[in-house]
């Protein structure tokens, strides 16, 4: 069985095929991506409708190139899947479009996707795919939370942010700093060249006895320490930088260690965009090793939005007997979508 999945939540289209047998986990057979970082740095951000035209301009030749590269044509598709929500919804309905009206053209069912999903069971497409259960680290985008998971579509939320999450907190302390968009990924790099221990900033909910998240606070107090450097920022922003990103992983890091020790697993799996950061890998690995804990992670290339991961999640679901793919072309997309309610199958809109 071949899915094609279709990736276009916010602002990367990606497009994969995924074979997938009977037993044994699906097989990646190939994936294309387009970012649209260059468009959307002139605003500083994501800018909605402008993400939306673009995705249209892309997900059909990205589509082609995949078959292409595969070696398979469209009469070769089984099922084909796209990305749900959450996310911007004039982007998911791009992707949901496309998809149905793909999967309507060659008579073959769809399949709608919960985008965190797919960053959860993104590292069963690594080179060291994880075995159920295990705990959970999602940092994606707006998302951080930790879960329990013993199975495709079988999740326990443990903690979750309250307020802003760590990618967010990478991006807006970036953006305080006068960093590029998008701002993480710059601020990880100048923290390479900074000292973690020059500013004294919050770990919020750090010793709060649960497994909830919250990095507002340390925004603030990042807005406050570079109001206070002033003109010296500049040559400080290095050390701001990393005290920032020592910060966000300190938390990140002795959460998802509590995480482990209430549910006594010996599995954790970091998935989404941050899990791509070398400083909390650095840190998650020494911290298991001690542990006798077995730690995995998505491929580097496969942290942020892509299709391969919508495909292999549409191919686990299906697999796994939890959900049907369906040959009902009217669709709607979820911007809002809780990640712990997919415990059970949701009929497909039409």
Known sequence: MFVLGIESSCDETGVALVESGASGLPRLAAHALHSQIA????????????????????????????????????????VVAYTRGPGLAGALLV????????????????????????HLLSPFLSADPPEFPFVALLVSGGHTQLMRVDGVGRYELLGETIDDAAGEAFDKSAKLMGLPYPGGPWLAKLAEQGDAAAFKLPRPLLHSGDLDFSFAGLKTAVLTQARK??????????????????????????????????SGLKRLVVAGGVGANHEL??????????????????????????????????????????????????????????????????????
């Open 95 to 118: 992707g949901a479009g496309v998809a149905c009206a793909l999967g309507a053209a060659l008579g073959k069912p769809v399949l709608g996707v919960h985008h965190l999903e797919g």
């Open 39 to 78: 468009m959307h740095q002139a605003y500083g951000g994501v800018v909605p409708e402008l993400a939306s035209r673009d995705h249209i301009r892309r997900v059909l030749p990205l589509a082609q190139q995949v078959l292409s590269e595969a070696g398979h044509g469209l009469g070769d598709i089984d």
């Open 229 to 262: 450097l002033g003109d010296a920022l500049e040559s400080r922003k290095a050390d701001l930088a990393a005290s920032t990103q020592a910060a966000i992983v300190d938390v990140l890091l002795k959460k998802s260690m509590a995480a482990l020790e209430q």
């Open 281 to 350: 890998r650095h840190q998650l690995d020494a911290a298991c090793a001690k542990r006798g804990v077995r730690v995995h992670y998505p491929e580097l290339h496969l942290c942020t939005d892509n299709g391969a991961m919508i495909a292999m999640a549409a191919a686990m679901r299906l697999q796994s007997g939890l959900q049907a793919a369906t040959d009902r072309y009217a669709f709607d997309v979820k911007p809002r979508w809780p990640l712990a309610s997919l415990g059970a199958p949701e009929p497909q809109f039409g």
